[in-house]
């Protein structure tokens, strides 16, 4: 299914395996999918990934936090963009500010963001002028309060753009990425102190991961570092392919490798050996190209991986078992650009350009009451004879309450 208003974004797709697919048909209320198998009709609702959020103008940027609790975008407004932080629970606007207002605006001007592995701390790298030159501009929110905690400027911003930036643990240490004509140069800021700490010379990359720990960093230029002593040591995360997605866990024993294949390799946390491999969104190309990896996040408990997909492919992965878990979450079909779980496991979130936040729940309580709601309260006894012969028969949906 494509959405023809937005220029033939795909917003479905479903591997149709041995279906002889006939009779397909659509039911605009509630917005249901049908087609014929035989005898059997199978059934897609589609309301989640058509319903009326689709934003004309995109964001610019969005990272949600680590925990889940929080979405951070970045839109164009005027000659500055609007920078808002959201609740994912309720979807309520926490805070709004505006960014570097400036004569022209391009994609080096786009502001960077970052949160803390806590989720404590957003940082915020925008674009500003100040004294008839254009400078760099470093600020920390606290994301409890949603005030700034600090503020670094830095000379530069013209010639050396930030091209990525990172968080450490509680937000003390900033890790910028920044361009120049013939190489990179990634800063280190000590946040609290308000100063710049240290410099990783060659680490270059628009991707960055940093260990929960803040004893190491990653690159999507197949590369990683010790921030306090700058080592940088070369490693091919991805068997040569391009890097576009990096997450560690959050006990910072495993790190996600996603690629331009829509591949992810595994990791373990000191990036020494690779633990494992998984074909993520390999399988959903279309005319030939693959959909990339977009956006990767682990679980709480570092057991479940997310992968997003740059043409709203979602999947959850058991880690340990490198097995898919269940068939493709229901996205609205933009491209996943930041994805995360909420504390208690039971909801994935996900960002996008269009709809800035998508929220899909994946307990199995929450699975149980949405079937049972479809199918009117479960299959009566008749039904679960034909359906079920070896078990007796049994209420499911009076027990989901």
Request: aromatic share 6%; with cysteine; charged share 20%.
């Amino acid at each position: 299914m494509w959405r023809l208003a937005t220029g033939g974004t795909q917003v479905f797709r479903r591997p149709l395996s041995k279906d002889e697919a006939t009779g397909l048909t659509w039911d605009p209320e509630p917005r249901l999918l049908r087609y014929l198998d035989g005898a059997t009709v199978h059934t897609f609702d589609l309301a989640d990934r058509l319903a009326p959020r689709w934003q004309g103008t995109p964001a610019d940027a969005g990272v949600l936090s680590p925990d889940g609790a929080t979405l951070a975008t970045v839109t164009r407004s005027g000659n500055g963009y609007r920078l808002e932080l959201r609740s994912t629970r309720t979807g309520d606007v926490l805070a709004r500010a505006t960014l570097g207002a400036l004569p022209s605006m391009s994609d080096e001007n786009v502001p960077r963001l970052a949160f803390s592995p806590d989720s404590g701390t957003l940082a915020v790298a925008d674009t500003v002028s100040s004294n008839g030159s254009l400078r760099l501009r470093s600020t920390m929110w606290d994301v409890r309060t949603r005030r700034v905690r600090a503020a670094l400027v830095t000379s530069g911003a013209a010639d050396r753009p930030a091209v990525a930036l990172a968080l450490g643990p509680d937000g003390r240490m900033l890790l910028v990425v920044r361009a120049t004509a013939d190489s990179y140069t990634t800063e280190v800021w000590d946040t609290r102190e308000h100063r710049r700490s240290g410099t990783v010379r060659g680490l270059s990359g628009e991707e960055l991961a940093v260990r929960p720990d803040g004893g190491l960093l990653v690159s999507s230029d197949d590369q990683y570092a010790d921030p306090g002593s700058g080592k940088v040591t070369g490693r091919a995360l991805a068997d040569g392919r391009q890097v576009t997605a990096l997450a560690f866990s959050p006990d910072g024993s495993r790190l996600a490798v996603g690629d331009s294949t829509g591949h992810v390799t595994l990791w373990d946390g000191e990036v020494r050996h690779r633990t494992g491999a998984l074909t993520g969104t390999s399988d959903t190309a279309t005319q030939g190209e693959p959909e990339a990896v977009g956006a990767l996040a682990f679980s709480s408990d570092g057991g479940t991986l997310a992968v997003g997909g740059t043409r709203g492919t979602l999947r959850l992965w058991d880690v340990e078992g490198q097995q898919l878990l269940g068939t493709d979450l229901p996205t609205s079909g933009d491209e996943i650009r930041s994805v995360a779980f909420a504390e208690d496991g039971g909801t994935v979130y996900a960002g996008s350009p269009h709809v800035p936040l998508q929220r899909l729940p994946i307990a199995p309580d929450q699975a149980v009451r949405t079937i049972c709601g479809r199918t009117g309260g479960g299959l009566t006894e008749a039904q679960w004879r034909t359906y079920v012969p070896d078990a007796p028969y049994e209420n499911v949906c009076a027990k989901s309450g």
